[in-house]
């Protein structure tokens, strides 16, 4: 039997939630909605939880309620999911990438200061007015450095947008992500540690933000006025369905994690050949998404990758650049501009991981990897 990438955990509560949903008839805009963002809300640790179709929209979302538009300027990794850059081009605005920590694979402050300092001393093409966000991405679920990342945001007032989309319930000093921008975002794909199969959700304690962000997911409608549209908005409402899946998952977050936390430990235990993901003393939990491991240099990925698969064993490189993207080359990014990220993302390789993976499946998952290391270096 093929071991997956990834796979959802759904227990009979889940699924008799959802179908409660189905025997109710109230398919959207209805009380699982409600209780969804009020059980997020809570567990994260702020006023107002907005529950959108995806984090894409989530993200996109926080941006126009922070009044992005055309021409502003966001700072951004490279080594992440192509949403996090995307949702700047939505509003015609400027994706810069940065780049990354060796270790952790999450944007470097010190990156970002000495950027900041360029264009503040005319050596780049970028006006520092328009240099007014960071989409601070906490990468596979670590916390970024968030100590130095608002000590710099405050020094050069930028405002922060947290894609959080990989990192519910991890904690940097025991402070829960999604907490230290504007704004954070976390996603429920199925991949992810709770799902509602397709999925986001908007975490703030501005009022301002969730006012908007409430309206524009359902077509602008500010007060749920039937057809009264005093902004523009769009379909970014999350269904009834995907609400009381989530709201079923989040009953049991807490637990969800250990089992992850558990999975992951056994594979830092028998792993002992191949640079396994480093952890920070700042990370006071770690809720994992995936599990990726550095290949070592010289080695073939795309035969490693090959070689499980051709042994039942599904892997995946994660990520590659996302300047190096058909897309962004477009627009005149190119090899050489993020030297960290282009290294790093050679070497990285994502293996099967999720809350219910066995012992005996990650043992296999050891053993092939070593011999695919073995054959390709």
Known sequence: MKIPLSNASISKEDIDEVLNVLKSGRLALGPYLEKFEDIVA???GVKYAIAVNSGTSALHLILKSLSFQEGDIILVPSFTFIASANVALFEKGIPVFIDIEKDTGNIDPDAIEEFMEMVHSGKTKYDPKKVKFLMAVD???????????IKIAEKYNIQII???CEALGSEYKGKKCGTFGKAGAFAFYPNKQITTGEGGIIVTNDENIAHLSRAM???GRTNYGWLSHEIIGYNYRL?????ALGYSQMKKIDHIIEKRNKVAMYYNKILDFIETPTIKDYVTKMSWFVYVVKLPEGVDINKVINYLNENGIESRNYFSPVHLQPLYRN????EGMLPVTEELSKRTLAIPFYTDLKKD???KVA???????ELFS
């Open 42 to 44: 809570k567990y994260i």
């Open 139 to 149: 990468i596979f679920g670590h916390p970024l450095n968030w100590e130095k990342i």
């Open 162 to 164: 947290e894609d959080s």
């Open 217 to 219: 997911r359902n077509q």
């Open 239 to 243: 269904d009834e369905m995907s609400a």
């Open 331 to 334: 627009l005149g990014y190119k």
């Open 361 to 363: 499946e990650q043992d």
């Open 367 to 373: 053993y092939y990897l070593k011999k695919s290391i």
